[in-house]
């Protein structure tokens, strides 16, 4: 009997696509994991942050786990785990798109480069792993209103994004006399 696992993933991105902005990615697993319901990821502030990354790295966040629940489990059976999230976008990319832009060398249509490869590419291979141990993804669009606690916990790495880029400013913008 498959060993069946569901996960909501949420990314959110405060002040999108600028050069202050700060993002988390954060997901609710409805069944504890360890204990705990909800995790999250502040995002690096380089490369700048985006709601598609946030939304990208959520995703990653919910591979990662479900891969080490896996691991934890005893004869490791197989694996089906469902994703919830109210990305389209971070769908498309890796059931639609993801086998085009391979083949086109990491090309768009247009031949201009694929944003959020890394992204993109980190989560296919944390799909590939899942596949390869006897396991399969899928992804389930829903309403971000039946997303909330996922938004929740991306939106506490949000803060944790926010303080650590505050932290930086002021040291990277202060200086201090020593006359």
């Known amino acids: 009997m498959p060993y069946a696992l569901e996960v909501y993933a949420d ?6 696509g600028q050069h202050n902005a700060a ?23 380089h490369p700048t942050p985006t709601n598609q990354r946030a939304e990208l790295s959520a995703l990653i966040l919910a591979l990662e786990l479900a891969i080490d629940r896996r691991n934890q489990l005893k004869n490791r059976p197989f694996f089906a785990l469902t994703i919830h999230i ?4 971070a769908i ?17 249509f247009s031949g201009a480069p694929v944003q959020n490869r890394d ?16 396991g ?10 039946k997303n909330i606690n996922a938004d929740y916990a ?12 505050n932290q930086h400013q002021q040291r990277s913008g202060s200086y201090h006399s020593y006359y």
């Open 11 to 16: 990314g959110a991105c405060r002040r999108n």
């Open 23 to 45: 993002a988390g990615a954060g997901v609710y697993f409805p069944r504890p994991l360890n204990r705990s319901h909800g995790f999250s990821r502040a995002l690096p502030s």
């Open 86 to 89: 109210d990305s389209q976008y």
């Open 92 to 108: 498309d990319c890796l059931t639609k798109w993801l086998g085009t832009w391979e083949r086109n060398g990491w090309r768009t």
């Open 119 to 134: 992204l993109i590419q980190q989560a296919a291979s944390l799909m590939d792993e899942i596949a390869n141990n006897h």
């Open 136 to 145: 399969n993804v899928t992804f389930q669009w829903i309403s971000r209103d």
């Open 154 to 165: 991306a939106n506490q790495a949000c803060d944790e994004a926010e303080l650590t880029l």
